[in-house]
T-cell receptor
């Protein structure tokens, strides 16, 4: 049973392209949703939280559809430095304590 | 900017040996976590720790694992008798509080290699 599922990619795009990643989660009681970025052999770093109304941070736009249990990330005007693995992360609470459940990640390669 | 630190960055050990991985969480954070990532796999939750006791643990966190906060700054993960399948990147994380809106900050990780 995969709790957070993502297309592993890789997505190969040229600089300046727009790319979208999708993610589905199985736990309907999940409370918070995030996109993390992970560079090769580095720690995950929070890219942005995902809110029900959708939210934007510069070139990044995140959307959440609770009914479909679906999360998306859109990256506009891709930069070389956007090359990384993007992790869909869901937070669920059990007895008041929150744990993060990670997807396996989608790899993005931006080329010149 | 405060950050989570971990030592060592890389640990090589023989099967059956005990290892201790060390973490210094961000100073005003109250919740601490260990995650692991086997090469090529997803990041997996191991354990969360609050107020000097385990608050939650996954099925991965069996009797071979233990955590401790030996002093006011360090947070450790001990693996009693390492197995080959324990080879992974181990990430420590901390958060100010628990709950949906509090970010967990990750340390740079310790790469554990069991031979």
């Amino acid at each position: 049973r995969k709790e957070v599922e993502q297309d592993p990619g890789p997505f190969n795009v040229p600089e300046g392209a727009t790319v979208a990643f999708n993610c589905t989660y199985s736990n309907s009681a999940s409370q918070s949703f995030f996109w993390y970025r992970q560079d090769c052999r580095k720690e995950p770093k929070l890219l942005m939280s995902v809110y029900s109304s959708g939210n934007e941070d510069g070139r990044f736009t995140a959307q959440l559809n609770r009914a479909s249990q679906y999360i998306s990330l859109l990256i506009r005007d891709s930069k070389l430095s956007d090359s990384a693995t993007y992790l869909c992360v869901v937070k669920s609470s059990n007895s008041g304590y929150s744990t993060l459940t990670f997807g396996k990640g989608t790899m993005l390669l931006v080329s010149p | 900017e405060p950050e989570v630190t971990q030592t060592p960055s890389h640990q090589v050990t023989q099967m059956g040996q005990e290892v201790i991985l060390r973490c210094v969480p961000i100073s005003n954070h109250l919740y601490f976590y260990w995650y692991r990532q086997i090469l090529g796999q997803k990041v997996e939750f191991l354990v969360s720790f609050y107020n000097n006791e385990i608050s939650e643990k996954s099925e991965i966190f069996d009797d071979q694992f233990s955590v401790e906060r030996p002093d006011g700054s360090n947070f450790t993960l001990k693996i009693r008798s390492t197995k080959l399948e324990d080879s992974a990147m181990y990430f420590c994380a901390s958060s100010r509080l628990a709950g949906p809106s509090y970010e967990q900050y990750f340390g740079p990780g310790t790469r554990l290699t069991v031979t």
